[in-house]
């Protein structure tokens, strides 16, 4: 995460370990991270992916900026799995925003 922060990569973390930050844990084998898929964002996905030495012969920019992705890195329980869609959030909500601020430490924590 320190890579797309460094880079402006818009993204949230979801699934396990986002449930774990609202003290909803549960067993996961992977990191789930949703990545903007727009040109702009995919341009930051890749240079962020890059310079942390992900395997992206199989990836280009054009394929993070499409949803319905899945693009994954390593292996369970190590693994991370990048997505351009998700469908159980209305990412961009407001209070979607109010989550990953709280989460970050710039916020207080949702009602």
Same mark, same amino acid.
């Given at each position: 995460m320190s890579e797309f922060n460094a880079r402006g990569v818009e993204y949230l973390v979801v699934g396990a370990y986002a449930l774990a930050a609202h003290g909803r844990v549960r067993a996961t084998g992977d990191l789930d991270v949703w990545v903007r898929p727009d040109a702009a964002n995919a341009k930051r996905v890749m240079a962020a992916l890059t310079a942390f030495g992900a395997p992206? %012969? !199989? +990836?280009?920019?054009? !394929?993070?900026?499409?949803?319905?992705? @899945?693009? %994954? /890195?390593? /292996? +369970?329980? &190590?693994? /991370? !799995?990048? &997505?351009?869609? /998700?469908? +159980? @959030?209305? @990412?961009?909500r407001a209070q979607d925003l109010a989550d990953l601020e709280w989460l970050e430490g710039s916020a207080k924590k949702p009602e």
């Open positions: 992206l %012969q !199989d +990836a280009d920019e054009d !394929d993070f900026s499409r949803p319905g992705l @899945v693009f %994954q /890195i390593g /292996i +369970a329980p &190590l693994r /991370i !799995d990048i &997505l351009t869609s /998700i469908d +159980a @959030v209305a @990412v961009g």
